[in-house]
């Protein structure tokens, strides 16, 4: 259950937010959620939230941590990654990590997401922790474990790393990408014959290993990109632009707006249907540090796509060519 609690403020200010609120609107607007997990469903991990709750860090709050043990918690307590750091970094209500280590540890979080628990062994040897507020940490953590089965053999032991992306798994996973598209609109071009001459695939996505990942994946063993698989499947002849940026104005820093406009037009015109590649990534919104489209940290005035994109849809449907997007 994630994120404990009042999260997280303004995006692109919860490292440093003080979440004010009153007790009235705690109790009955920010805590009955958690309160029916813990107590209804039994949650086994709760996670804290970056910001301060009235003054106090979510990952080292006494009320907080109080209600918790109230409502009967009995699994472990974590960090937000990077949470604790916050507390001598952006916070400022410790002086170094490990008093910031310390602070978190005896109010009740078990585990840090970060590096500042490294720090504990340094916050022992100072007297600011016990070896039993370690402990207590490392019971509650090894007990979800437990739970888990994770210290048990399983039947998932012996598996050989030869098991791994199996004919049979791309097949599965081809499957499951087939099923999940949405065609939202055909006007008879799709499918592609097999005989069709010239395609131009066109866009800031067409050739891009980020728009087929997120902002929290795994690692494929191979990655194709919409060009790579359009000129696997077809024989015929393949053009390809970049067309635009993703949302800037330009693709080379140096160029003038609208730099690849021209080429992408040329690649259209010699082709008998021409693929758009469009969309977002995790770069533009991912979690924090976003960019692009008058947007910042996750949050955006409107749903369209990034302007340069607009333009390049616009020039290439007024060609009149078949155009997928």
């Known amino acids: 259950a994630k994120h404990f609690a009042v999260h997280s403020g303004p995006e692109a200010e919860r490292h440093e937010f003080n979440a004010e609120a009153s007790a009235k609107d705690i109790e009955e607007t920010y805590l009955p959620a958690f309160r029916a997990l813990v107590e209804e469903a039994h949650v086994e991990s709760v996670m804290g939230a970056y910001n301060l709750v009235n003054g106090e860090p979510a990952c080292a709050s006494p009320f907080l941590m109080g209600k918790l ?55 022992l040897e100072k007297g600011l922790v016990t070896e039993e507020d370690i402990r207590r940490a490392c019971v509650h953590v090894l007990r979800t474990r437990i739970r888990l089965g994770q210290l048990d053999r399983t039947e998932f032991d012996d598996i050989p790393y030869t098991a791994v992306s199996t004919e049979e798994h791309k097949a599965a996973s081809l499957e499951c990408a087939l099923r999940s598209a949405v065609l939202l609109e055909n006007d008879g071009i799709l499918p592609l014959s097999d005989s069709i001459g010239t395609i131009a695939v066109i866009g800031p996505n067409a ?107 616009e020039k290439l449907s007024a060609l009149g060519k078949p155009l997928v997007i």
């Open 69 to 123: 043990r109230e409502w009967g918690f009995d699994g472990y307590f974590t960090s937000d990654c990077w949470a604790i750091r916050d507390f001598h970094t952006t916070h400022c209500i410790t002086a170094t990590a490990p008093e910031s280590a310390a602070m978190a540890l005896k109010a009740g979080c078990d585990m840090n997401c970060g590096n500042t628990y490294l720090h504990i062994l340094a916050a």
């Open 207 to 313: 050739d891009s290993r980020d728009a087929l990942t997120g902002n929290y994946n795994g690692t494929a063993d191979q990655y194709i990109t919409f060009l790579e698989g359009i000129r696997e499947r077809f024989s015929g002849r393949i053009l390809y632009s970049q067309g635009c940026h993703l949302y800037k104005d330009r693709c080379q820093g140096l160029a003038q707006p609208g730099d690849l406009y021209s080429e992408a037009l040329a690649a259209a015109e010699n082709s008998d249907v021409v693929i758009a590649c469009v969309g977002l990534d995790a770069t533009l919104e991912g979690e924090e540090g976003d960019t692009g489209n008058e947007f910042s940290s996750g949050d955006k005035p409107d749903l369209r796509l990034p302007e340069s994109q607009r333009i390049l849809l």
